[in-house]
């Protein structure tokens, strides 16, 4: 409990407009920065607990002790000094950052745990590859089929099926096109991110509609 209230009040630290209860303003609306900035506190405090030895030797640039759990594996830190896992997909041009090499965490750790049954709930008990993978449509497949004839009111109207797929879950979201043009496009994957979070990569093909879209957002 000690460790957990040092940890909390460097959160104080993110940003002016965070306030306590104590404050004049008690309500905040958290940002997204400030949500990784904790994450990247609390991943930092779990690897502090759990890796002492390993981090020690990897800032010294020593071998990692054989009696660690990790000592078969490629070990890093990063600029923001958290341990990695450097793999030979590191390699990749077109793969992100954060995917290219993993934070080590520790899976008896109780904040460890605790996140992955948050992320078992939030995904509806899903099974044990989908919450591996945390989050679905972090990546996405996007594609276009149609035209389906709709009556509105009077008038007959075409319109298109977004087809949102996520390359790791085989998961696949729905959306009503209003049309080929790249505003349609837009209002398409912003419902579907109201509903599953905000992609990391959309991938699509070359029509004249997704790349509008681009050059908007």
Known sequence: MIQTSVKLKKIKKIDNTV?????????????????????????RATQKESFVSELATVKAAL????TSRLRNLALGLDARELLRVYTRIAAASEIATEAKSLPVVNGRHPYIRLHVQA???RLHHAGVET?????LFTYVGLDYFGPY???????HQKRYVALFTCPTSKAVH?????GLNADSAILANRRMMA???????????????FHGADAEL
């Open 131 to 135: 919450t591996r993978n945390e989050r």
């Open 149 to 155: 004839n709709v009556t509105i009111g009077k008038q």
């Open 119 to 121: 992320v078992h709930e």
């Open 195 to 209: 509903r599953r979070g905000a992609s990391v990569e959309i991938w699509s093909d070359n029509g004249t509609n």
């Open 19 to 43: 306030y306590t209860l104590t404050n004049e303003k008690k309500f905040v609306l958290l940002e997204a920065r400030h949500l990784r900035q904790v994450e990247l506190l609390w991943l």
């Open 174 to 178: 729905l959306e009503v096109a209003g």
């Open 63 to 66: 071998p990692t002790p054989r």
